[in-house]
């Protein structure tokens, strides 16, 4: 990219030593942090009744708010067991770590790739249900709905493209004003009711015969309401990036998070039963629920859903500051390309943040952007996840012991008994939904992250020096044996090759031409002969246009005929035009010659420019 152009887009380049400006303290902590778990009140409550309504009717209002406080409950366990998580890796203890460390690398793997699963449906969902915001207010966009998600996509990316404290006060403000909008509503929305001021219009739903299966469909509510904690891992994992004493801040983020989850959640959930709404394609739950307390065409209407677009907005956010740093981590352990580990002229994981821009878009156009096919994949990976967290460090306290080992071990074992069991009756519930593909994709994931490591293991292998001794032998095994330069005519780029040639002090150099005409070839022989140049001039003719393919071929067979330990050194003269279009002029004849010829041992190719 242009370096104008970088520095108007992302900002100046930012030093090594920057790095510590660049982290959060607690108030812009939340928003990066809690924004992902904050939103999910938005769609949450609606999938629970997506679940419940069609089998129960108007039943479903009895059995709604129970599973919420279920799932309340179960959010609270979590936040209390990583509370010591945060504690015990203050370098950042997401699941990966704690897993990898304490349960052993492959497990470590599985949950590693849990979480990108995770963090990348994070950025889908979230995108497409702020685009279905969007829609719920203006219907006439609602054939535009993946475009929107993918614009909210874009403007993320290139939001944490700027760095991590540019990131935190461009969307943290907007996480503080929609907190204070949920608020304005559950007051407004319970006075009203309490007042009387509101009267629930009759629903006629179609039910099914629920029979005795009211259990599993509890379980099956239960199951798609569980997408309300996601998130809750952000905290733990990210706590490097947290201003110093950074477990301090991250634990106080972490309570912050919960309490405002807790509150919203169970407000918006609480005056949806009493308001009687009703989920429907067109209109989503918070929609509706906004148009019944304030009035749909009102100012707060539109404020509402405004801060709900934003806070789904921002919830894709947390995504983006925790997965480059869980990738650059697996990564430095080779199961990820090692680019992931760059820092970007922000001191941001800038390719890391590629792969969730790249991932995340083509989800939203797969699913068309209907953020309900996307959720039945999303709480499988997270609660991966979250039983393996819990299980690592159930076996970190038995193995570290310490003060009070076993009331902490205690609590991380009821920990991993509560999550392990909420996996099986998510995985049970949601698999012919759509779970069944998260865990395909896990595999998946586990598959190439084996591969990426098995090639860098191989790689190390064969590059690794014995010792002094063996590096001697190398450097004097390894002789150069024959030199070809291709020269195609006598011109300024083929002197500048030859001078090349000449200063780095090769002897045996051989001058090699391809024609269709042998009288072609005298004339060249004689022109450069005139030069008196120390190399020997060797030319084939051919009738079938196949230039390239006598070249490589005769390389090849002058490669084969040297010594064990020569190397053979081709010199190519390459054109390098100065703008892109003249680029297109010219056919890189040396540019696929070399990518051909690379692939070979002994041979060892110079590329000698000339610009043009």
Request: glycine share 8%; charged share 15%.
């Amino acid at each position: 990219m242009n370096e104008k152009l970088r520095t108007a887009l992302l900002g100046q380049r930012l030093k090594d030593s920057d790095i510590s400006e660049e982290k959060f303290s607690v108030l812009w902590g939340i928003p990066i942090f809690a924004s992902d778990a904050i939103s999910s009140v938005s769609y949450a409550g609606e999938e629970i009744l997506l679940v419940l309504i069609p089998v129960l009717g108007m039943v479903s209002y009895r059995y709604f708010l129970p599973v919420v406080a279920a799932i309340i409950g179960l959010l609270a366990i979590l936040i209390f067991c990583y509370r010591q998580t945060i504690e015990a890796y203050p370098q950042g203890g997401g699941a990966y770590i704690v897993a990898s460390e304490n349960l052993g690398e492959k497990t470590g793997l599985v949950a590693g790739a849990s979480l990108i699963m995770d963090y990348v449906l994070t950025v889908a969902v979230s995108s497409c249900a702020g685009a279905a915001a969007v829609t719920s207010a203006f219907p006439a966009m609602l054939p535009y709905k993946p475009f929107i998600a993918f614009f909210l996509i874009c403007l993320l990316t290139w939001g944490n493209l700027r760095g991590i404290r540019e990131s935190s006060v461009m969307f943290g403000i907007p996480t503080y004003l929609f907190i204070l909008t949920m608020f304005a509503l559950l007051v407004t929305g319970i006075v009203k009711y309490l007042a009387g001021g509101y009267t629930p219009a009759e629903a006629v739903i179609i039910t099914q015969n629920a029979n005795d299966m009211l259990f599993f469909v509890i379980l099956k509510a239960f199951a798609s309401g569980c997408t309300a904690l996601t998130g809750v891992e952000a905290v733990s994992n990210g706590v490097p990036n947290f201003k110093e004493p950074a477990p301090k801040h991250a634990k106080k983020v972490l309570l912050a998070m919960a309490g405002f989850v807790c509150i919203i959640f169970f407000g918006v959930s609480l005056l949806i039963s009493w308001y009687k709404i009703v989920p429907n394609e067109h209109a989503t739950a918070v929609s509706q629920l906004a148009g019944a307390v304030f009035g749909h065409g009102s100012v707060m209407y539109y404020i509402v859903q405004t801060m709900t677009v934003v806070i789904l907005f921002l919830a894709a956010n947390t995504a983006f500051a925790d997965l480059p740093l869980l990738m650059a981590l697996i990564a430095q352990h080779g199961y990820l390309p090692r680019q992931m580990v760059a820092r970007g002229t922000r001191l941001n994981f800038s390719n890391g943040i590629f792969f969730l821009f790249g991932t995340a878009s083509l989800l939203v156009f797969i699913f068309r952007g209907n953020q309900h096919l996307l959720l039945p994949l999303y709480a499988s990976g997270v609660f991966i996840s979250f039983f393996l967290s819990q299980l690592g460090m159930l076996f970190h306290w038995r193995r570290l012991k310490g003060s009070h080992w076993r009331l902490k071990a205690t609590v991380n074992a009821f920990g991993t008994v509560i999550t392990g069991v909420t996996l099986c009756i998510i995985v049970c519930m949601k698999f012919k939904s759509g779970a069944w593909v998260a865990i395909l994709c896990i595999a998946t994931l586990l598959f190439c992250m084996s591969r990426i490591k098995k090639h860098y293991s191989a790689v190390a292998k064969e590059l690794t020096i014995g010792g002094e001794e063996d590096a001697a032998a190398l450097i004097k095994a390894e002789k150069s044996g024959k030199i070809i330069l291709p020269v195609q005519s006598l011109s300024r780029s083929f002197l500048k090759t030859v001078n090349c040639a000449v200063s780095c002090g090769f002897e045996n150099i051989e001058l090699y031409h391809v024609c269709s005409n042998e009288q072609e070839a005298l004339e060249l022989k004689a022109k450069v002969e005139t030069l008196h140049l120390n190399a020997s001039f060797v030319y084939d003719v051919t009738y079938y246009r196949n230039f390239n393919e006598v070249l490589y071929n005769h390389i090849r067979t002058e490669a084969d005929r040297l010594p064990e330990g020569q190397t053979l050194i081709v010199m190519l003269g390459a054109i390098i035009p100065k703008n892109a279009f003249n680029k297109l002029l010219h056919n890189e004849t040396t540019q696929r010659l070399t990518k051909k010829l690379e692939k070979n041992k002994n041979i060892s190719i110079f590329t000698v420019p000339y610009l043009i």
